[in-house]
């Protein structure tokens, strides 16, 4: 089956920097790649995704990169605020979902 | 709307205990998915539903059953609790049967098995 590895399992900014998560995937039939935000105590909840046929997306300040031949994607997010602190998913699905195993970004006021 | 509703919010089991998490969508989804939530491990697929009638496994399966009788509730058995069961468990259901598109989850269900 798909495997999906995410770096770095924490990561700690200062408001107002950038952060990069990145995805691997193994599966290269795998041809959507959301990425989930969960914050303490709450459900996941997608905050962007891309399809296998678009290289870039962005909205507002998150935008992903999707790599096909490297199988990798990354979120970006710019411009840091302290309510982006939560745990992030990656995902890669072909017929079925596999998750990353999370990361914690913590944004420092 | 109320979305995907998830009942119990908590349940702690005794070993060997049964038990069933119930899971309800008022979307109209015909997709319908069970995951469970461990710490440093993301979330993993235990089974998953693309209609009424049908189920299918996935990548946790073993020890949980499921059934799909109507589009709107899909809930997730547990025959013979564990200690290894222990965990939080989401429910997710989407529009797009194919697996390509939003997931929407339940509140979550934490179980404690003794």
């Known amino acids: 089956g798909e495997n999906v590895e995410q770096h770095p399992s924490t990561l700690s900014v200062q408001e107002g920097d950038s952060a990069v998560i990145k995805c691997t995937y193994s599966d290269s039939a795998s041809n959507y790649f959301p990425w989930y935000k969960q914050e303490l105590g709450k459900r996941p909840q997608l905050i962007i995704d891309?399809?296998?046929?678009?290289g870039e997306k962005k909205d507002q300040r998150i935008a992903v990169t999707l790599n096909k031949t490297a199988k990798h994607f990354s979120l970006h997010i710019t411009e840091t605020q302290p309510e982006d602190s939560a745990v992030y998913f990656c995902a890669a699905s072909r017929n079925k979902f596999y998750f990353g195993s999370g990361t914690k970004l913590n944004v420092k006021p | 709307n109320a979305g995907v509703t998830q009942t119990p919010k908590f349940q702690v089991l005794k070993t060997g205990q049964s038990m069933t998490l119930q899971c309800a969508q008022d979307m109209n989804h015909e997709y319908m998915s069970w995951y469970r939530q461990d710490p440093g491990m993301g979330l993993r697929l235990i089974h998953y539903s693309v209609g009424a009638g049908i189920t299918d496994q996935g990548e946790v399966p073993n020890g949980y059953n499921v059934s799909r009788s109507t589009t709107e509730d899909f809930p997730l058995r547990l025959l013979s609790a564990a200690p290894s069961q222990t965990s939080v468990y989401f429910c997710?259901?989407?529009?797009?049967?194919?697996?390509?598109?939003?997931?929407?989850f339940g509140e979550g269900s934490r179980l404690t098995v003794l």
């Open positions: 997710a259901s989407s529009p797009d049967r194919t697996n390509t598109g939003e997931l929407f």
């Open positions: 891309i399809r296998s046929n678009v």
